[in-house]
């Protein structure tokens, strides 16, 4: 064998062991992570099969361009990126979908329905999915995936004072629609 042969063959054993550590070091992201990425990809897109299409898109994206390799804060970085895919994929099916088959938060059981029934953690639930657009998605990353406020504004695109006060106004419109139940329910 010639050295160059020699060293060609050297060359692509490091290289295939480079790779197996990288696949096995993507593979511990993705496990680590992949449950953060698909909540916050269902608090967009509210369907846990396009969550999980969008949190997949996502991960593939990270793997053939190789973002995944230069994230600082790894959190906050994939939070963005499935955020980006939900809203790409959000955007695309508004546009290709006719309004009378997108599923309103609204329908169903009226919160006074629900109140009767005793469930009031249920009632949160849906007075959170009944919220403005731009008040609830800062508080579901805020409070239920239990972002900071730099995380939430870095993953949405918009300042953190901003997030500050959304979350701030959409917990008081919460706490004033939870106490009108309470009050109809007496």
Request: proline share 2%; net charge negative.
């Amino acid at each position: 064998m010639d050295l160059a042969a020699e060293w060609t063959e050297h060359e692509q054993g490091d290289r295939s062991a480079v790779e197996a550590v990288a696949e096995r070091e993507f593979a511990a992201l993705v496990a680590r992570q992949s449950r953060t990425m698909l909540r916050v990809a269902c608090s967009l897109l509210r369907n846990v099969h396009d969550a999980e299409d969008a949190v997949q898109e996502a991960f593939l994206k990270l793997y053939r361009t190789g973002g995944w390799r230069r994230m600082e804060n790894e959190r906050a970085f994939l939070a963005r990126t499935v955020w980006r895919v939900a809203l790409d994929r959000l955007k695309a099916a508004s546009s290709a979908e006719d309004v009378s088959g997108i599923e309103v938060a609204a329908r169903g059981e009226s919160p006074e329905e629900w109140a009767a029934g005793g469930d009031e953690r249920e009632l949160l639930r849906q007075m959170i999915d009944a919220l403005p657009e731009d008040l609830r998605r800062p508080l579901v990353l805020s409070a239920i995936e239990e972002m900071t406020s730099g995380e939430v504004a870095a993953v949405m695109g918009i300042p953190e004072g901003t997030v500050r006060t959304r979350v701030m106004r959409a917990k008081a419109e919460l706490k004033k629609r939870f106490v009108a139940m309470k009050e109809v329910r007496r």
